[in-house]
């Protein structure tokens, strides 16, 4: 796997003028870069309270950054929460099966998605979450999206350091 240019990124971070929010931006930049992206949305958890939010979208219209949710226990929580691995559905179908979402998912021009989780100590603290028209994730893209999981834990990191009012 060939590492991706995280320039933009570490910039974006260390800059500080717009913190969190020109992380954020530069996070959904760089997941296009490396995996393709057309709906980008970023979900923070919080394993103690079971509950969990979308921090960041790029289609607000469509998927607000909204208020919190029960973490409910499901395949798709099985595998990505407590299992910590991608979750890959390359059909609607697929995403039929555990979104209830998925007539506004396909409404929006998208039938695949991948799922990665950001895991920091042994938790997982959040995913990103990518969707794009069906069959898109490859098992190359699968692949390239680890690469998302570094900036991904310091994007979750700074955004509990500024709910918490450290930025």
Request: hydrophobic share 45%; glycine share 8%.
């Amino acid at each position: 796997m060939q590492m991706p240019d995280y320039t933009a990124f570490t910039r974006a971070v260390a800059d500080g003028d717009r913190l969190p929010e020109q992380a954020f931006d530069a996070l959904w930049a760089l997941t296009r870069d490396v995996v393709g992206v057309k709906l980008f949305t970023v979900m923070a958890h919080d394993g103690k309270k079971g509950v969990a939010s979308r921090i960041y979208s790029n289609m607000p219209d469509a998927y607000p950054v909204s208020g919190t949710k029960p973490a409910n226990e499901t395949d798709w929580s099985r595998q990505v929460i407590r299992e910590k691995r991608t979750f890959v559905a390359n059909d609607i179908e697929g995403i039929a099966a555990v979104f209830s979402d998925h007539e506004l998912i396909r409404s929006l021009g998208c039938e695949s998605v991948i799922n990665v989780p950001i895991v920091v100590g042994g938790a997982v603290l959040g995913t990103i979450n990518c969707l794009h028209e069906a069959g898109y994730y490859t098992p190359e893209r699968v692949e390239a999206a680890e690469a998302l999981k570094l900036p991904g834990a310091v994007y979750l990191l700074l955004n509990e350091l500024n709910a918490r009012g450290g930025l």
